[in-house]
């Protein structure tokens, strides 16, 4: 029986996509507003797809976007990701990720999830081009909500239905490189490993005061170790 649920981020956790999801963003507001560069001045580190969306609007169009409006960017946006993330010249694995799913996949001791902010499609269509999206049988995604810890939750819910047994919050790990990720494992009680790979640097997020800070996660002996405490 596994005792033990992981909650992968995606994006600057697992891997980079190169800028391909920006281009998507950007391709897609300019198709259906005119606007060219519309992610430029919107903060998108940590937020979920379509919070970025509504964002977007907020600040470009001046006023509150509609249900459909984000649905309808959402769409354009995942069919252009899956053009850009395939030839994406930038696109990279990060260091020790293969390594570490294939020897967790094995491990009956653990279920893997993803508790991403990305929509389930792009989340697949990121994940599809190095060969991880068999790794994540279960998660939670932006379409579950635009909040985070909504997000974990769903992921959780659905981690316990395929184990057929409940965890207890203290053996659900958070695994993600951003403030947000560190706040929303707090939200639901679970514990937190943050990884300084990204843009977040290692001095930001120990402020916050996770329960174990790496630079990355390329010593899989240790994180494994890590993660099964």
Request: with cysteine; glycine share 8%; aromatic share 6%.
């Amino acid at each position: 029986m596994a005792r033990k649920l992981l909650l992968f981020d995606l994006d600057w956790t697992l891997l980079y996509t190169g800028g391909a999801g920006l281009r998507a963003l950007n391709h897609a507001y300019q198709v259906i507003y005119g606007l060219a560069d519309a992610a430029k001045g919107v903060a998108l580190d940590g937020k979920t797809d379509p919070a970025i969306c509504r964002e977007m609007i907020r600040v470009h169009q001046k006023r509150q976007a509609e249900a459909l409006e984000i649905q309808t960017l959402c769409e354009k946006y995942l069919e252009q990701l899956a053009i850009e993330v395939p030839k994406s010249p930038g696109f990279l694995v990060l260091p020790g990720i293969p390594e570490l799913l294939q020897k967790l996949e094995k491990d009956s001791d653990v279920i893997l999830a993803l508790g991403t902010g990305n929509l389930k499609r792009g989340a697949e269509i990121k994940l599809d081009r190095p060969g991880f999206w068999k790794y994540f049988p279960v998660g939670g995604f932006s379409d579950d909500s635009e909040e985070r810890p909504k997000v974990l939750s769903a992921a959780v819910r659905r981690a316990e239905q395929r184990a057929g047994h409940p965890f207890a919050p203290k053996d659900v790990l958070v695994i993600g490189d951003t403030v947000h990720d560190i706040h929303a494992g707090r939200a639901i009680g679970a514990k937190v490993l943050a990884v300084a790979c990204g843009p977040t640097t290692s001095e930001t997020l120990a402020a916050q005061k996770p329960d174990y800070l790496m630079k990355d996660l390329s010593d899989t002996s240790r994180v494994i170790d890590v993660m099964l405490q």
